[in-house]
Structures are given as C-alpha cells and as structure tokens.
C-alpha cells in the first residue's frame, strides 16, 4: 500500500474553519481556523487545559464540534485510513497482556480474521524504523516508558498514513527514544504532514515548518521564527520566557512548558 | 438418574470454564469485574420479576426476563462509560436499583421465594435438560461473537482511542463486549448462583492473567483454573455433601491465593 499523496506538494492537507469543540456547556477550543500544507511538520503549543490534545481529536473527527474540518478535501472520518494517531502513553491499557509485535500489528489485523506474510513485514519494518525489532516478542507492558512510546510510534506509522497526528510523542522519553523518534520525524515530514503537540520545541525546532500557539484559541499561528517570540509566549503561558535567536532558528530558554 | 444430573453438572463446568476463558479474560483486561458483579445482580433482580409475572399474569421463563434485564443494563452501561472514563457509579447504582427491584419482588412472592433463592446461590446438580439447552446455546453464541470480534474487542480494551481514530466503532465494541457479559452471566445464574457467578467468571481469569504472559497464555490458563475449580467442587461436593459452586468459588479463590505469590 503506498500513500495516495507521496510526491504531491503544497496541497491542502487540512483546512480548519471556525472550529469550536464543548464539553458539557465548558468551551474547550474556540473559533480557530487554520490551513496547513502537505507536506509539512506543525508543532501545536499551549499551557495545559489549552485544548491541544481536543484540537488533535476534532482533527481525526473522534469528538462533536461546530465548524468545519477538512482533510484532503473530505471529513475526517472518510480518510481515516490516511491518518495515524498516536496518543498519550498514559490513555493505553497496560492491562492487556500484548506483545510488541500484537501491538504494531492491530492496526493492520483487527478487521481480518488471518495475518498475511506481508502484514508482519510491515510491522517488522515498522518497528525497524523505531530500533525496537528486537522486541518482536516481548511483552509490550514489560518495556521502558520510552521503548513503549517507539512501539507505539511503529504502529502510528505502521498503516504508512500520509497524515501523522502525535499528542506528546516525547513525554517520559529517554534521550535515546527522543532522538531516535526525532530522526525518524525529519525523513517522514518530506512525504507527510505531522501535527505534533509538544511542549518543548527546541528539539524539532530546525524541522518545524508551522507553529501553532493554542490557548483555546489560536493566538499566533506562522513560522518558527514568526511565532516563537518572547510577547507571544509571555501571551501563551503568562510568564516571561526568554528566546534565544540563531538566525532563522530561535529556541525557548528552559524549553518544557506546562505553565 | 444422579448420573445424567452429574453428566449435566460436569458438561456445565466445562461451558462456564469456555465463559470464564474468553468474556471473564477480556473483562480483568478492560478492568470490568464490578460490571459482572453488578450484571449478576440485574440478572437477579430480571429473574425475581420473571417468577412474579408467572405468578400473577402469565408464564414466562426467569431467565428470559433475566436476559433482557441484564443486556437492558449492558447497554446502558456501554454507553455511559462511553461519556464518561469512570462508570464504577453508573454501575454501583444498577447494582443498587437491581437490588431494590429484587427484595421487592421477592418480598412479594413469598412462598416461592425459594425459586429465586435457587438463582441467588444456583445449584449445578440441578440443572434440567431445558437449563442444559440454554446454558449450551448461550456460551456457543458468546463464544462465536467472542471470536469473530476477538481482534477489534482487544484493540479496543488496549485503546480505544486509535481504535476509534482507525474507524473501529469503540461505542458499538463495547456495548457488544458488555451484551457477552450479560449473556455469560446469565447463561451461569442457574448453575453457581448470581453471588457466586463473580467467583467462576472473573477469578480464574484473573489468577491466570498474573501466573501467565500473554493474551491466549490468560484465556487458556483461565479456561484450565476454571475448569480445575468447577470440576473439583462437583467432586467434592458429591463426598461434603455442600454446594458445588462454593466449593468451586473456594477453590478458584484459593488458586488465586497462590497466583499472588508469584
């Protein structure tokens, strides 16, 4: 299976109008429109209770809003198979005694009643890409917080979707896993668009094609070096975070923010 | 005719360690024991209004009412802890409505309360061939249903939000994960008693989830602990004279016991 849009430039991938998502009365994101192109890398940044991890749900159409929301042109839940989502580690039921290759493999089996030589050769390439083959056969609740979050990062990957949606793919990452997570988002951001939420930049921060500043509504939305300003972050988190500039390269102080 | 009831009782084990295996495997996975808890006393309290509408109006089978009790509550329960990460109230409260509905159709029928009292604590050395034919068809259908979602059951457990953004209908999985429930249970009201289906359905699968490493390691260990502890209470109970299914209960308990030493 190859991606529908490899090799395609500057389309679309998602268009955003006027989106606005509640939960039982309380307003969790408010009015926020943005286009984002294929391919590209886009950071999502906020405080906590900003609406990150709402605004990545309305994307894949997994809760109501009021707005539009458009992938390549169609609703979200008609290109499901083009998305891969990877949500926070904390959402997964370590209670299930899967092994790694189980995990990489659902994806691609849970609709079929057999498993075809070519589907673990996907999850085998799959889990290639993160250095965790050699975990193959092991229990996937029984691996590090960081080696957890590669598995996890091999089956978002796993059914090659031409959109990567990652909520905090780097929390509880060790060194190893956050570079090797990050090398891998450099060579996947030529052929696909990745959302990311993060609340430390400064690792992607050469790679980032868009930033969006969140905070229930989007308060600056543009390049790194556009966006990423002492006003704004002051604006974003309440506090004074010093920017240093390198260029068109600029990096937060202290990077992790959860003011 | 101690030998047919006997033959029933054994083949009856057999079906509850198939139920044990499979629904009582994937509810310790999903965190889901206080459901069959509550889910055997819905199926009580269907039961006790299932006698008093035989009494009083026209015949109907308990167990028919009680089936349509407890997937009544299945669903509803598959849908509130779609709303809500925290169902263990919507349960307590089912549980407790159950309750009430139970005392107060069993203060109402007296005289026949030892029919329901049969359903409360079960007895799998009396079980009829009608009881037979619908405990068989019960598990065959939950066993059938069990593996044609086996694959989208288990992706939901383990998380259900990519499930869900991979077009698996999470709400639908599990209302149905919750119906099997339900038909399990009472599909084993009859035979250990809704206090003691707890003791058959969940706690061998939740010893073997700790004394094995894998999913089918937990689904066959739990079929083998269940059987081990059904077969062995019939045994014993034919030599104590007791219930079958406390014996059985103790002894899963028991299991349980040790599997914590490990």
New interface residues.
Partial sequence: MGSRYRGVRNLSAIEVKNLTVRYDGYVAIEDVSITIDHPSLVVVMGPNGAGKTTFL?AL?G?IPYNGTVSIFGKSP?KV??R?G???QRE???L?????VR??VL??L????TGIKRYDVKRAKEALEAVGMVDFWDS?FDSLSGGQQQRVLFA?TIV?DPDIL?LDEPFSAADVRTKLALIDLLHKLKREKTVIIVLHDINPLVECTDRVILLNRRVLAYGTVAEVITEDNLEKLYGTKIPVIRQGPVCYVVGGDRHA | MLDILLIRALIAMVLIAVVSATIGSFS????STFFVSGIAHGALAGASLGIFISLNFFGVDPLLIALLFSVFFAVIIGYASHRSENVDIAIGVMFAFSMSIAVLFLSMIREYASVAWGLIIGDVLLLTASDMILLSVSVVTVVILFFVFY??L??V???P????????HVLRYETLLFVLIAVGVVALLKCVGAILVYALLIVPAASS?RL????E??IAGAFIISLISGLGGVYLSIYLNVAPSALAGLIAAIIYSISLFR
């Fill in positions: 749900k894949l997994l839940r499901r198979d998305l989502y990877l949500p959402r997964i039921n209670n299930v005694p899967l092994k189980d995990v659902l994806p089996i849970s609709r079929k229990r089956r059914t949606i | 310790v996975f999903r965190g694959r989208r288990l992706f457990i383990f998380d939000e990519s499930a869900e953004a991979l077009g698996l989830r094995f490493g894998s999913v390691g937990t």
